[in-house]
């Protein structure tokens, strides 16, 4: 539901900001706000598909045997994984 809100604000949002660069002329401002509207959006649509991964993978795990070398190895190398990319995405919304 919160997603939709936020579609519904960034659509808005992108009315408001085409209106007032039609009216001004300041058509680079207009590039520059929707550009950074659709990197935050693909920012967000990350996370959420890592949390997603995330949970499968660790839900898969637990199916397994954790107890074995190889699972906790594999659990390990996941996690490490995820958060190299968690890291990455930080740096792009920085």
Do not use: C, P
């Amino acid at each position: 539901m919160e997603e939709k809100k936020k579609n519904t604000l960034y659509i808005l949002a992108a009315i408001g900001v085409t209106i007032i660069g039609v009216t001004t002329g300041l058509w680079l401002v207009w590039g520059f706000v929707i550009t950074l509207m659709v990197i935050e959006s693909l920012v967000s649509s990350l996370k959420s598909w890592t949390k997603e991964r995330d949970k499968h993978y660790l839900e898969i795990l637990q199916k397994n045997q954790l107890g074995s070398a190889n699972n906790t190895d594999l659990l390990l190398s996941i996690q490490t994984s995820l958060a190299s990319i968690e890291e990455r995405l930080k740096a792009l919304e920085k």
